[in-house]
């Protein structure tokens, strides 16, 4: 079977590239690390692979708002990231990433308006959440089974113009990841959920599923060793994370 190719999009101040490559090579995909400006030089470079992934880090500073310019530039790739999405390539937004994609209007779909803000504590946070996961809608995840993952950010908070449009969102199995305390109950609380997002929002796919971002981070949790309990948990072969990674290949092959 041929292997899939994955594309990691790096910009100036992106800090998660590498762990992300290795994400996808430990999967079984064929990587390559790209700087936003060689694609915009050459858009269609993008044809030859079939996973798109923006990592994260604070693309271009954050200066004007996470992930804004790194949106801004995208715009100016719209046609080949179309065509790449039409022809069935999948695209990953990991924090800064999941930040990029929704503010270059890639997520959620459907028209609906929405936003990442500022953490309700009003400063960055870093620390391990556990998520619920929803199968069914796309190739990243399989299972409805909770993984915990590390996160780390100061504007995680998802937000859409209407509690009408969130409900919109859950009908359509679109919201994939949710934050949930120590009794699997999806949270708005601190610090089990470490931003507020209502209902709990941690990540959401496109209404094909191909497209998924998250705020935590699966590319630091490959190993089960990353784990800070990694003695105290049930044995493993891998972290929780590498299974969104495994899934995706799975379905290019």
Same mark, same amino acid.
């Given at each position: ?66 992930? /804004?310019?790194?949106? $801004? ?38 028209? +609906?308006?929405?936003? +990442? ?14 998520? $619920? ?46 934050? +949930? ?17 209502? /209902? ?10 191909? +497209? ?20 105290? /948990? ?15 290949? $799975?379905?290019?092959?």
């Amino acid at each position: 079977m041929a292997q899939p190719r994955a594309l990691v999009l790096r910009a100036p101040g992106t800090n998660c590239d590498e762990e992300t490559a290795h994400a996808w090579e430990k999967a079984g995909a064929a990587v390559e690390v790209l700087h936003v400006h060689r694609l915009l030089e050459s858009p269609g470079y993008l044809a030859s692979f079939q996973v798109l992934t923006i990592p994260g880090g604070f693309s271009y500073g954050d200066d004007l708002g996470a992930g /804004r310019i790194l949106a $801004a530039r995208l715009g100016a790739l719209a046609d080949v990231l179309r065509d790449f999405h039409e022809r069935g390539g999948l695209t990953l937004g990991i924090c800064n990433g999941f930040q990029v994609l929704v503010k270059a209007g890639l997520l959620p779909g459907r028209a +609906i308006k929405a936003t +990442i803000t500022h953490n309700d504590s009003g400063h960055y946070e870093t620390r391990w959440v556990r998520l $619920a996961t929803h199968s069914g809608v796309g190739p990243f995840v399989v299972d409805d089974e909770p993984i915990e993952l590390p996160s780390a950010h100061g504007e995680g908070k998802f937000l859409t113009a209407s509690e009408r449009d969130l409900t919109t969102l859950e009908a359509a199995g679109q919201v994939v990841f949710r934050y +949930i305390d120590d009794q699997g109950r999806p949270t708005e609380t601190f610090p089990a959920n470490p931003n507020g997002s209502p /209902r709990g929002v941690a990540g959401l796919c496109d209404p094909t599923g191909r +497209i998924l971002g998250l705020m935590p981070h699966p590319e630091r949790f490959i190993d089960p060793l990353q784990h800070p309990q990694w003695t105290r /948990r049930p044995s493993a072969n891998e972290g929780d994370g590498l299974r969104l990674f495994r899934n995706a290949v $799975a379905a290019l092959r």
